[in-house]
């Protein structure tokens, strides 16, 4: 009986086993459409919505080295992404990143370094059931332990808008939910091409360039359809709606068969198309498309790029002496980074060597570009020779008045004699790259004489020309090795940035746009203005600035001189600028220990720009703009050294100084001499910025503008140091920390250059080696916040000594 009992018993054993794994499993399946606390995902982890209709994990766009986080279809192969979040941050690796809820009920994305670079800055929930679900609509919803909706992905569409989503206006908090393009097919990063709802809040939808260009309307909403949309009118799959009500303004649709796969999408090329997915075919197929025709989209072809509705080969092509700053992408059809130059402009009729110069060349019926400026002339010949006078003149028109356009060409159209607006647009080249110039019969002279020379002159010249090749390669070889410096030509520099169109930010000193040299090494440069140097007092500076290397400060990569253009080639920062994190709406909130490392790497990198360097470099323009993040969050300080750089003499007052105003200190103002206690008074000065997240002219309650540190000042003294903190922190922060900062802010601000600290004390201080006592109040404070009669804080001159010498440990 025994024997036959126990494959029974193992049986039951097997079955028992069996129903728990089953049960097991069926719990995991579960759960997988959502993301509860304490749960996150990493690597290859995703999770899929209940009927398995989409997925949502890390993903990355066609060649992309980037990652980012976004939904796509489940059951279609190919992958589809309706929705991306951090899709302007994008991280290096995933399988040290995490998307999960954070303690403040947010969806956070962390990267390898844990620093967040996304949050969905929901209302914030600290209950420990809040949860993520992703729906089977594609729909990412954030739910409190109530079970109360507090931030949904349809609220932040990216270029698609799914069925049962919308597009539209929140009347009651002035929120927009609006659909941006991608920048291209391979890169999410928001593009130049939007839909949304139209800006005077009619009942129709626009897509706008650049959120100011309308070049498309839908026509207003009749009831049941969108008349400029084929696809909402009668027999059509959709069921529209449009709702008008006391709290929103938006449009819905839905689709009235389970089975059809569709959705809305702005794409790159700025083409507004309804798409399906086709099994038979496993292909998106579209609907439709607007605007009609595609040469409507503003701007389509990009700077100096031309749209030709009746091309057979291409519609986008480049004006005569242009060529494409990509070939790559305009191969498939990518015309994100337009035209550049093929020879630059010698800015002259004749040039320097009595050779042909500049000339223009005539093209009919163009639409003319956009923002002309308009001149007061007698005549076309006239015209032509204003355009030609100005050195960055690109092109001139004559049509009932003179118009030149000295900026990047945008918009350009090749119209028809059918066609109303045509013009002809006289567009400015180097003399060799007009049609049939003389270069080309030049050309066929020097092979013939070659020819004829023999196969010996040709050896010659090749011999010539290899040792020639050689030696040029050991000079620039010796040029990228000394100082660690590269000389950039200018063609290099222009093409690397597409023609100067990505403009990262400007100042005092020039603009700054985004490059990418031929290593696909990312970089910034920035074209200087106002230089008072000659050639090689600016080199000079240059590889001085070059030799200054620290790893809080912005590292210069190279430079360019070539006659009156003069260009510096830094490192590129992704994380952007400080002022970005700090004051933008939209950017992910710095917590307090991330502040407080940017407060030091700020402190470190002035430290030794003021003591360690062989001379004292004042960098007299601290401010959050030019504090620049690394993809680690790391600060480092920029745009040091260009006064020096620009030919500024410290030894003498200085007066026309490009400062900005509400760091400057008070000697700067009066018109004193200053020294490396400028930058101190600035430093303290962004501390305040750095802790409450608000700028340095803030609002009060009743809505006047108020000027914030006089008031924080006056808190820290009271010693009420938590209202001054960003509320946005929810109180987190480390209390010893943030005194240290407060109090540290208030020295730096001192009204005599004296009393404040050096910035190795402030290092020494933030390191904690060194304590800080409670400051006076700066007496230029209580003068902007008092009437010197009721002025509480109140010093004299020997109390204000009395202070100073019960802080002699701030000093040690």
Not at 611 to 628: F, S, T
Not at 729 to 751: F, H, K, P, Y
Not at 768 to 774: D, Q, R
Request: proline share 4%.
């Amino acid at each position: 009986m025994d024997t036959k009992k126990r494959p029974c018993s193992s049986l039951s054993i097997s079955l028992l086993l069996f129903f728990l794994l089953s049960s097991l499993s069926i719990q995991h399946c579960a759960a997988t459409d959502n993301i509860s606390s304490g749960q996150s995902l990493s690597g290859n982890q995703t999770i899929a919505s209940k009927e398995g209709n989409f997925e949502l994990g890390f993903f990355t766009p066609g060649n992309s080295r980037n990652y980012y986080v976004g939904i796509w279809y489940k059951k279609i192969p190919v992958q589809t992404v309706i929705w991306v979040a951090n899709r302007a941050t994008p991280i290096s690796n995933t399988s040290s990143a995490e998307f999960k809820i954070s303690e403040d009920g947010n969806l956070v994305l962390l990267n390898g370094s844990k620093i967040p670079v996304w949050s969905s800055n929901s209302i914030p929930s600290t209950s420990d059931s809040t949860v993520a679900v992703l729906h089977d609509t594609g729909n990412l919803v954030i739910r409190d332990g109530s079970n109360t909706t507090i931030w949904q992905s349809f609220d932040h569409p990216t270029d698609i808008v799914m069925p049962e989503g919308w597009i539209g206006f929140n009347k009651l908090t002035g929120e927009c939910q609006s659909a941006t393009a991608w920048e291209t097919p391979e890169n999410p990063a928001p593009g130049p091409f939007t839909l949304s709802l139209s800006p005077d809040r009619s009942k129709q939808y626009v897509l706008l360039w650049n959120n100011y260009e309308i070049y498309w309307r839908s026509g207003v909403w009749n009831g049941q359809y969108f008349p400029a949309l084929p696809a909402t009118n009668e027999n059509t799959p959709f069921n529209l709606t449009f709702i008008d009500n006391e709290q929103r303004m938006y449009g819905t649709y839905t689709i009235l068969y389970s089975s059809f796969i569709t959705h809305t999408m702005i794409g790159s090329t700025g083409l507004l198309t309804q798409r399906y997915w086709l099994d038979s075919t496993q292909e998106w197929q579209s609907i439709s498309s607007q605007p009609v025709p595609q040469c409507d989209v503003h701007s389509l072809c990009r700077t100096f790029g031309i749209c030709d509705q009746k091309s057979s080969d291409n519609i986008c092509k480049c004006t005569p002496g242009f060529e494409p700053a990509s070939m790559k992408e305009w191969e498939l059809n990518v015309w994100s980074s337009g035209c550049v130059r093929k020879t630059s402009l010698r800015c002259s009729k004749k040039s320097s060597d009595g050779g042909e110069g500049d000339g223009f060349l005539g093209m009919t019926n163009m639409r003319l570009p956009a923002n002309p400026q308009n001149l007061t002339v007698g005549s076309a010949e006239n015209c032509e020779q204003a355009c030609l006078n100005d050195c960055s003149c690109n092109a001139y028109a004559y049509v009932s008045g003179c118009s030149i356009w000295t900026a990047d060409l945008w918009n350009l159209v090749q119209l028809y004699d059918d066609d109303s607006g045509a013009g002809t647009l006289y567009l400015r080249l180097a003399a060799s790259d007009f049609p049939g110039s003389g270069s080309s019969h030049k050309l066929v002279i020097d092979l013939t004489l070659g020819v004829i020379g023999g196969i010996l002159g040709i050896l010659c010249v090749l011999v010539g020309l290899f040792w020639a090749f050689q030696r040029s390669k050991r000079i620039r070889m010796a040029k990228q090795v000394e100082g660690s410096l590269i000389l950039f030509p200018y063609g290099d520099l222009q093409r690397a940035t597409k023609n100067f169109s990505e403009m990262l930010g400007s100042g005092g000193f020039g603009s700054v746009f985004r490059g990418t040299l031929v290593d696909s090494t990312d970089v910034a440069v920035k074209k200087l203005d106002g230089l008072r140097q000659g050639e090689k007092q600016f080199r000079t500076e240059v590889s001085t600035l070059a030799a200054i290397q620290h790893v809080n400060l912005v590292r210069l990569r190279g430079f360019c001189s070539e006659g009156c253009k003069r260009l510096l080639v830094y490192e590129f920062m992704s994380g952007g600028s400080l002022d970005y994190h700090l004051f933008r709406n939209n950017s992910a909130v710095l917590c307090w220990k991330m502040r407080y490392q940017i407060i030091l790497g700020i402190a470190r990198g002035l430290a030794y720009l003021h003591e360690k360097c062989r001379e004292c470099i004042i960098h007299c323009d601290i401010k959050p703009d030019n504090i620049l993040l690394d993809r680690d969050f790391c600060a480092k300080v920029a745009d040091f050294g260009m006064a020096k750089l620009v030919g500024r003499d410290f030894s003498r007052v200085l007066t026309t100084m490009r400062g900005t105003v509400g760091y400057l200190a008070p000697e700067w103002i009066s018109g004193l001499p200053i020294t490396s206690k400028v930058d101190v008074y600035s430093f303290g000065m962004m501390l305040f910025e750095l802790v409450s997240g608000k700028r340095n002219t803030t609002h009060s309650v009743d809505g006047s503008n108020i000027f914030y540190p006089s008031w924080a000042a006056r808190k820290i003294i009271e010693g009420d140091i938590f209202s001054l903190l960003d509320h946005r922190l929810n109180g987190a922060d480390d209390t010893e920390e943030l005194t240290s900062v407060c109090r540290v802010a208030c020295w730096c601000i001192q009204d005599s250059e004296g009393h404040r600290p050096t910035m190795g004390q402030l290092v020494r201080i933030l390191e904690g080696v060194l304590e800080v006592s409670m400051p006076p109040l700066p007496r230029a404070l209580q003068l902007l916040t008092e009437d010197q009669s009721q002025i509480r804080y109140h010093l004299s001159s020997t109390e204000y000594e009395d202070a100073l010498d019960q802080s002699l440990n701030f000093y040690q």
